[in-house]
């Protein structure tokens, strides 16, 4: 909002609010409050006011945005103070645009109790914030942290509010020191010349300047005649006239080609004549359509942008990944290397000592039979070094086949986030977004907000709790942590010494424990490949086809000393192959802890 329309926006709504009392407060965003006013002829209006960075406003909307699930902190604390205030003023700073609400507050006990509701709405940190009109004190803010560091304002409850200084430059009334025929033809010259107007003079936003430009002809034309200058200074007294007597005409200009919203302006400008022109009977209403739209468009860019980064962050990690695993894989591929040099130690065993570094042996393997130098560890004995290389070898050859279905799963996965990023960078609507993050969502790449959790809320009765809790069709109680806190927990606190304990081999995931209060020595098949299902599921793997799943009784889990939280060894466990998938078609449902009770467990 310029300081045009801002002032055609205040006179209509002086007339509009002053004397009404204020009967709700609403915020639906961090930054934004929305003052429900019952006007003296008992009408409702709705005030929207928003210090949002890229869109900061104030006009009334015909009904206020829907309240967000988890209410911003800043809303409520407005409204503690300001619920059934009295509206006795409105004002708007001259060629600035601040506007303050000068409320008289509620009740007898508070009959001198009065705030001032300030909105500061320029820059790239608009505020609003709320204060005593009697000692200048701030007693709320939306933004709290200095607005910027050369004037050093800082927002805290308490300390006292000083008001924005003024924009560097002149006055619109003042003639420039060099005079207007040097300012005219320094802005002729200038490529950009409106930015010259602007930091000439203060309170002049980009909008205003263009069309004094284009109303003194002097936009993008050099060699000026002699009355240039005055032509210049004509424009900006014309500008200046018009604003101060209020003839204003608000209109909204549209892009032909697109039918998105350009500029919203007070009056129209000559320098707009290739868009579309739609007025409006108030500045409000035009306020109204272009914000609303505005936000709209606003809102989907921030989700486009949000995913984007998510996808960005997971293709960087995969492309990591799958670098690692493409080295891992190479040096798997040496197993058979690996092997023969273990058979070349065993075959000139009588050569090896014990302390030798390295030994140069004919390759029994080349038809040419060259030496080759095989490394070997001083501190081994001889047989423990050909033992080493045959290990390193079966471990090489262990991993190949793990490594390689890594890699083709990895490799999948940055193909289905290199597609995303190409259908993000498409022309998508709100609709197509939202499916799009619904489908992130269930692959589970994207988390819910704590206000879609809110919205979504939880089934009546259930409870957060550190661990899941399911139950086996024999009646068993099965723990699942829910982070690596809530695995310490059931593992190393709740679960006794004969429960049974699960997790996913060589994969982050939770702890799973299977309860069995009645100590049996051996647990049924079915238990165990349901609690590993579950495992798998409550794990990084839980869209690998299959997965392999440890189990082992509880007194054969330890914790290393110094281990980070969730951290155990396992001295002895067997292993099951399960489906993750299996979770959905076991229809498992999670069981609610505060009726079952932890005794029950």
Known sequence: MDVALLKAVVEELRPLLIGGRITALSSPASREIVLEVRAP??????????????????????????????????????????????????????????????????????????????AELMGKRPNILLTDAVNGAVLVAARTAPASQRTGRVFVQGSPYVPPPRA?????????????QALAEAVATQGNGWKRLVERFSGLSPLLAREILEQAELAGRAGQSAHSGSALCQAVSALVRRVEESRF?????????????????????????????????SANEAAQAFYGE?????????????????????????????????????????????????????????RL????????????????????????????????????YFARAAKAERGRGVLGERQRRFEA?????????????????????????????????????????????????????????FSSPDGRRILVGRSSAGNEYITCELASREDLFLHVLGMPGSHVIVRNPRRLRSIPRSVIELAAVLAAHYSRARRDPRVRVGYTFRKYVSKPKGAKSGMVRLSRFSTVWVDPSDFERLGLRELDVEKCGEEAL
């Open 41 to 118: 002829a008992r009408r409702r209006h709705f005030l929207l006011i928003s210090a949002d960075s890229a869109l900061s406003r104030i006009h009334l909307v015909s009904r206020p945005p829907a309240d967000p699930a988890v209410p911003a902190a800043f809303g409520q604390l407005v409204k503690k103070h300001l619920i059934h205030g009295l509206v006795e003023d409105l004002t708007v700073a001259p060629w600035e645009r601040v506007v303050a609400l000068d409320i008289a507050a509620a009740g007898d006990s508070a009959a001198h109790r009065r705030y001032l509701l300030v």
């Open 168 to 180: 560097p430059g002149l006055g619109l009334h003042e003639d420039p020191p060099e005079g207007w």
């Open 249 to 281: 005409d608000p209109a909204v200009y549209y892009d032909g080609s697109t039918g998105k919203p350009c500029s919203l302006v007070a009056f129209p400008l000559s320098s707009y004549n290739r868009y579309r022109l739609e007025r409006y009977a």
């Open 294 to 350: 505005m936000v709209a468009m606003l809102a989907l860019e921030r989700k486009r942008s949000r995913l984007g980064q998510t996808v960005a962050r997971y293709i960087r990690r995969l492309e990591g990944t799958l670098s690692k695993v493409t080295e891992a894989l190479v040096a798997a591929s040496e197993a058979e290397k690996l092997r023969r040099r273990g058979h070349l130690l065993l075959a000139n065993f009588p």
């Open 353 to 388: 000592e014990r302390g030798m570094s390295s030994i140069s042996v004919p390759d029994e393997y080349d038809p040419a039979r060259v030496d080759v130098t095989i490394e070997l560890d001083p501190a081994l004995q001889p047989s423990d070094n050909a033992a080493r």
């Open 413 to 469: 996965e940055l193909g289905y986030f290199k597609d995303v990023a190409c259908r993000l960078h498409g022309s998508l609507d709100d609709g197509q977004l939202n499916a799009l993050e619904e489908e992130l969502r269930a692959r589970g790449y994207v988390g819910r907000t704590r206000a879609d959790q809110a919205r979504r809320g939880r089934p009546q009765g259930l409870v957060r709790h550190p661990y899941r809790t």
